[in-house]
């Protein structure tokens, strides 16, 4: 399925190690672009944030591309983090799922796909567990609009 997508996606139980790693945070944002086939056209920007309360401590990043950005922000304490991925271009949803999913250590997440053309929401949902064998996400818990 490819379509000019905005994909908002939330990373539930993710391994907090690797939520709270700069340099992979960066590496994320530095190679995950050209493995979606989108051109990065900034160097990443990730920086941690130290709030008051732990539970809001975490790191964001942020990257541009040609065909729009991808944006994170991870909450270690959590174990959660929230992606973003704009595109004023096609690409592969799932793989940008995936790519998230093995980089952060999450088998969980929540989903929401919104088509670019007519802003409309083309699918979301929830994801209990991702099927290893196949690399697909589709077939589990998914609730379509």
């Not at 539930?12 to 979606?36: C, H, M, N």
């Not at 004023?88 to 799922?97: G, T, Y």
């Amino acid at each position: 399925m490819k379509q000019p997508w905005h994909l908002t996606l939330e990373l539930i139980d993710a391994d907090p190690v690797l939520l709270a790693d700069l340099e992979r945070t960066y590496s994320f944002l530095l190679e995950g672009p050209k493995q979606i086939d989108m051109t990065r056209i900034s160097i990443p920007y990730v920086f941690p944030y130290t709030a008051e309360d732990p539970l809001e401590s975490g790191v964001t990043g942020f990257v541009v591309l040609a065909e729009s950005h991808i944006s994170i922000h991870s909450y270690q304490n959590k174990g959660t983090s929230y992606l973003d991925c704009f595109s004023c271009r096609v690409f592969e949803p799932e793989n940008f799922i995936k790519l998230a999913k093995e980089t952060f250590g999450s088998l969980r997440y929540k989903f929401c796909l919104i088509d670019r053309n007519s802003q409309t929401i083309i699918d979301k949902g929830e994801v209990m567990c991702y099927n290893e064998e196949t690399g697909n996400m589709r077939g589990f818990i998914r609730h379509t609009c």
